[in-house]
């Protein structure tokens, strides 16, 4: 087989790591890619918006199958123009990728169907909006409606902070017109876990439960990034919630969809929250996520082919999946001054060194390469992964390989694992 994968970070780079195992994989291609999936695949230069140039390439090269990385490429419809032309593709169409694209959609979905989410009421006037927030009780969460890269979202505190955020989402449009509406929900406490799931529309097939790390710094603080690090299995995840979390929030959710007519296939991925009244759905992301991807490929035994094949031909209900029973950790290596403004160019040393490890890889996030050695070029640099029998020897393992990395800047978090370790003893 032919495989394009579009998109350039670390989850693409473990997708090519884990798809470049497969017996049945002849030839991956990658658009755009990075210096770190270049050694495993052949990236070509269209980015991943650029869905004409990904369709001629795919048809001309006879593309068996294509997997698609980020949500923009989904919400502008490559689902569908790759259908059209009856090319192979993984993911959800449009109209299913817009149970992530507007949060305004996802939160009345989760109404109407019983599944249990955040109480919250949807706006598109400012004015009412702020009225809103009067009767609030605080902390109070305002959120953008469509996609802002993890940067729309907010906890307020006060109603001066929460009137300030309005102002900035609807009147400001600091999000443009993903701000033309906001979600204003009530705050919940509680631990948060990833439950990823492949779908054909018909069958769910669950992984393995994932808690990515958002904030910049050990403890949780600091401001929101794309994510500093995510480990797997989560031990507050018990067999029977993990079970509960099928029933009452993934079947629902692929149900709903097909009533409202919005079939959806591919992958599905519910953020929730462990509320002492049981998981709650913060949101809903089409698409795999990033770091999770990377610790859970790292976990899978099966080939990832088959399962990529089967969704696509609607034949998901004869495909067993099998998991390796250790843990996993992804580490993401930062540049300094990240998720604001930060400096790149900076030289990556001791890769060569990480290569003899077992039980790691290192997945390339935000580098380039510049006379044969790999510099910075992003916020997210490299998400080092580890396996071990338990988190704490994955953990272990995990940062004995990040010391032999250095780049000028760089910033981790040193606490990744530690939830599910301390929740153990
Ligand atoms: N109702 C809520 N209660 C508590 N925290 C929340 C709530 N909604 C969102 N958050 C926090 O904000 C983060 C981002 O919210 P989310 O809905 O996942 O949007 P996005 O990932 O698109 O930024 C979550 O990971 C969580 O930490
Ligand atoms: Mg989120």
Known sequence: MKILIIGNGGREHALAWKI????????IFCAPGNPGIAEIAECIDIEAENIDGLYTFAMKQKIDL?????????LSGIVDRFMEGHLHIFGPSKRAAVIEGSKAFAKTLMRKHGIPTADFKVFDDVKQAKRHIATCEFPVVIKADGLARGKGVFICKT???ATKHIDDIMKEKVFGHAGDRVVIEEFLPGEEVSILAITDGNTILPLPSVQDHKAICDGDKGPNTGGMGAYSPVPLITDDMQL???????????????????????????????TSAGPKVLEFNARFGDPETQALLMRMKSDLVPLLVSTVKNTLENTEVEWNDCASICVVMASRGYPDKYEKGFPISGLETIRGMDNVQV??????????????????????????KDVSEAQETVYRAIQKISFEGAHYRRDIGAKAIYRKA
């Open 20 to 27: 470049a195992q497969s017996p049945m994989v002849k030839k």
């Open 66 to 74: 294509t997997i698609v990385g980020p949500e923009d490429a989904l």
């Open 159 to 161: 109603p001066e902070e």
């Open 244 to 274: 509960s979390i099928e029933e009452n929030i993934l079947v629902p959710v692929i149900h709903a969809m097909k009533r409202e007519n919005r079939p959806y296939k591919g992958v599905i991925y519910a953020g929730l929250i462990i």
């Open 363 to 388: 997945f390339h996030a935000g580098t380039s390469k510049k006379d044969g050695r790999f510099i910075t070029s992003g916020g997210r640099v490299l998400g080092v992964t580890a396996l071990g």
